[in-house]
């Protein structure tokens, strides 16, 4: 190879490199691009329920595994507010699931995605991971988004904000993106 080919070649390695340099998004993981909270209202069917039902169990494994609900999937199409209220106008709604999946205590893992139509934000974030609901806070992650939240990344901090026996939960998620377009 002769050396104008070499000089070429570098040319090309080096200018692609100033390119991909001045170009990359720097990530700060102490400081969001995007910061909000939002309640997660879940009511789950007890045949009783059918008009406020917003999840329903659909497997029911007998529970000779465990006393923690082992294998239960649940479905739910939840509302999500801005306040705590139920009863709040949903700026989202939660589609999608969580499973229980440990013998020895509860722990649910969640996939789903908070779909908004409001006058704030338009788009979705798709978010999945472990809650471990002993935990006072737990993280999961945002895997992606559209609209508003074209491509986001970041993670969703749970806490557990109320509990009315098996038929109701509310979570406080704290929602932190770091990587916004």
Known sequence: ???????????????????????????KP????????????????NVTNAANATSANV???????????FGMLVV????????????????????????????????????????????????????MGADIIGEKNRDLSVVGGTGDFFMARGVVTFSTDAVEGLGYFRLKMDIKLYECY
């Open 30 to 45: 102490e400081k969001p691009c995007k910061r909000f909270v939002l309640y997660y209202h879940d009511i789950l069917f």
């Open 76 to 127: 739910f199409d939840d509302p999500i507010t801005v306040d705590q209220n139920l009863v709040s106008t949903p700026v989202a709604r939660a589609q999608g699931f969580y499973l229980y999946n440990m013998k020895t205590t509860y722990n649910a893992w969640f996939a789903y995605t908070l779909v908004f139509n409001s006058s704030e934000y338009n788009g979705t974030l798709s978010i």
């Open 1 to 27: 190879m002769e050396k104008s080919s070499y000089f070429k070649i570098l040319f090309i390695i080096l200018s692609s490199s100033c390119f991909l340099i001045a170009y990359s998004k720097t990530l």
């Open 59 to 69: 497997s029911n494994p007998p529970n000779v595994l465990s006393d923690f609900n």
